[in-house]
């Protein structure tokens, strides 16, 4: 394949990712973990392992012991998406950091009269700190900080963001309930152009059925976007 088609379709693919009509930094968006997402990203109300990070900090209180998660996915052409992150229990409470990067390879500048003048890069870079404490026999909350980088060739937009959640037990029966209110931050700004990031609000619930099967449901709004969707997973364990 071309260099120049191979740009064009990195372009057309990954350029939502990058920007939209109300906001950016849509990697943000990018679910990880194989266990959430082959939940259909349903992971706000259950999640309690590493992803936690990604998903809703106040999930990170479910450690038992210090975990250490990674993530590789290569998609299309030589765009990659990677995710490492540790979380560490210390009594009531649990810290974890994570990194996120998205590579979207290398591109095929041109002209606006179409000459080439060589070949480019862009990625996209988050690192989170977390942490998250127990406040009752039930609740647990959490709260991530992101400092964030966007980069195109020399061009870059930097920006910092906060995510807060919360988790809480659902007295009676084996079910868990979660909120969580990601990317809340100002403006970034490429170049001249500014955007909001991503910010959005998810509430989630999972019931456990018989000890091996459990139902997940995600209701998602995107603030900026004014848009609604409905995640649903099921999960069984033999």
């Known amino acids: 394949m071309s260099t120049r088609i191979r740009g064009v ?5 990954f350029s939502p990712l990058l920007f939209s009509a109300e906001t950016g930094a849509h990697f943000l968006k990018i679910g990880i973990g194989a266990r959430s997402m082959g939940l259909g990203g349903a992971y706000t109300g259950i999640t309690d392992d590493i992803t936690s990070l990604y998903w809703n900090p106040a999930g990170l209180r479910k450690l038992k012991t210090k975990e250490f998660g990674f993530m590789h996915t290569k998609w299309i052409i030589d765009t990659k998406y990677e995710f490492a992150g540790i979380g560490i229990p210390l009594n009531n409470k649990t ?26 890069r862009a990625s996209d870079f988050c690192l989170s700190i977390s942490g998250a404490k ?8 959490g709260l991530t900080i992101k400092f964030i980088q966007q980069k195109i060739e020399k061009e870059e937009a930097k920006g910092i963001a906060m995510d807060i959640g919360i988790k809480c037990k659902v007295k009676g029966i084996k079910g868990d309930l979660g909120l969580v209110i990601r990317n809340i931050g100002p403006e970034m700004k490429f170049i001249d152009e500014p ?44």
Request: glycine share 14%; hydrophobic share 40%.
């Open 9 to 13: 379709i990195i372009l057309l693919v």
């Open 95 to 120: 810290i974890g950091i994570g990194i996120m990067y998205l590579d979207l390879g290398e591109i095929e500048g041109r002209s606006e009269e179409g000459i080439e003048t060589g070949s480019f």
């Open 134 to 141: 127990r406040i009752s026999n039930r609740i647990d909350l």
């Open 195 to 238: 955007y909001n990031l991503p910010l959005t609000i998810s509430l989630g619930g999972g019931y456990n059925f018989l000890g091996n099967l459990v139902i997940s449901l995600d209701i998602n709004h995107e603030i900026y976007d004014d848009k609604t969707s409905i995640s649903m997973g099921i999960e069984y364990r033999p």
